[in-house]
Nanobody
Framework: QVQLVESGGGLVQAGDSLRLSCAAS????????VGWFRQAPGKGREFVAG????????TYADSVKGRFTISRNNAKNTVYLQMNSLKPEDTAVYSC?????????????????WGQGTQVTVSS
């Protein structure tokens, strides 16, 4: 079992930056592949970015490529999502999720462990 806690959300203006953190505890959390997802009001959950155990493979949704960067510090059991050039359409609840596999997946159903989410609001 693993527990995930997100932090770093907030209210910012368009063009600003935020860094989200996903802290893991429980079983050896560095063995997990981690993904960030978001859900805007009235919309379904959307994959944002994912990173493998070693950090050697990352993938991003087209909507955030070039603006968001995912990284991890296994010594701190933490995965980060650096979000730059934020847009109003990035407004959503952002959640991190983990799976016990080295394979990177972009589907929410493939992630059994989830954090509670953190709100990101971008004003125009």
């Amino acid at each position: 079992q693993v527990q995930l806690v997100e932090s770093g959300g907030g209210l910012v203006q368009a063009g600003d930056s935020l860094r989200l953190s996903c802290a893991a505890s429980g079983r050896t959390s560095s063995t997990y592949t981690v993904g960030w997802f978001r859900q805007a009001p009235g919309k379904g959950r959307e994959f944002v970015a994912g990173i493998t155990l070693s950090g050697g493979l990352m993938t991003y949704a087209d909507s955030v490529k070039g603006r968001f960067t995912i990284s991890r510090n296994n010594a701190k059991n933490t995965v980060y999502l650096q979000m730059n050039s934020l847009k109003p359409e990035d407004t959503a609840v952002y959640s991190c999720a983990a799976r016990t596999s080295v394979q990177l997946r972009t589907t929410a159903a493939e992630y059994p462990y989830w954090g509670q989410g953190t709100q990101v609001t971008v004003s125009s």
